[in-house]
């Protein structure tokens, strides 16, 4: 399988917490990777490095062979699309300019990509491609009416929006932080819906989440977080019934100071 994104030795600490230590990850296309741990155990301070709302401290990444750096416009730029723990979404606009800012995230990317694609009248909220765009995303997590202003959604239907946002972005590699906390029945099965759709596509998305349930279920390998480190790294079933999982989840857990 073709290997996507690969990241060696990625490291960060906040003051004295070291939130990542020496994390090494490989992601293919078409794979779905969970990422599970304890509160505090640095799965979205994993997820800040690789889309670079946090700078790493240590380690280096790439996307498809080519170093990833930067900040997340032009990682965006590269094909990468994330959601966040607490959705960020423009509150203001409705929920159809939200996700057609997805679709845009990507030329918006550097002077060259937003020159260029006003000189080719790319985003034009009308144009028939954004339009295109977003209606299957649309449809896909049946966001109902596009008119609602974000302000006024729910927590659970504000995730759905984000995730379609993030999808409309056409990205090579989703990372989704927690879409699924807040999220009603409707909702997950949507967006578990759409994970597999873009999977089948040959996305590789990297998904965090507390419901251990839900993501054995919908993942193709479990990468399993505690103090910053990776204890367990494989087979979603044997991760569940692993010694590792018992002792970071029942054990004595751990602290991630910094020496
Ligand atoms: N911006 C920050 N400033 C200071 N400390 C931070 C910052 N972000 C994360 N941390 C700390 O780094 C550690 C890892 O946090 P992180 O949010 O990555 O964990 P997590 O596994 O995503 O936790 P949760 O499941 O609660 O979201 C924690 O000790 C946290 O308090």
Redo the contacts with the bound molecule.
Sequence with gaps: MTVLLEGEGLGKS??G?R?LDGVSLRLSAGEVLGLI??????????VDLLDGAQPADRGSLSIRGRKLTGPPSRRARAGLARTF?HPHLALDLTVRENVLLGAAAPKLAGIGGLVAGLVAGAFRPSGARFDATLHRVADALELGDLRRRCGDLTLGEQRLVEVARALAQEPSVLLLDEPFAGADSGGIAAISAAIRAVRAQGCGIIL?D?NVDIVASLVDRIML?RS?TVVFDGDPAECLASPEMQDVYFGTGGE?VVA
């Design positions: 906040y003051g917490v939130a741990g304890p509160n505090g155990a640095g799965k979205t301070t994993l723990q965090v507390h977080l910053g991630n």
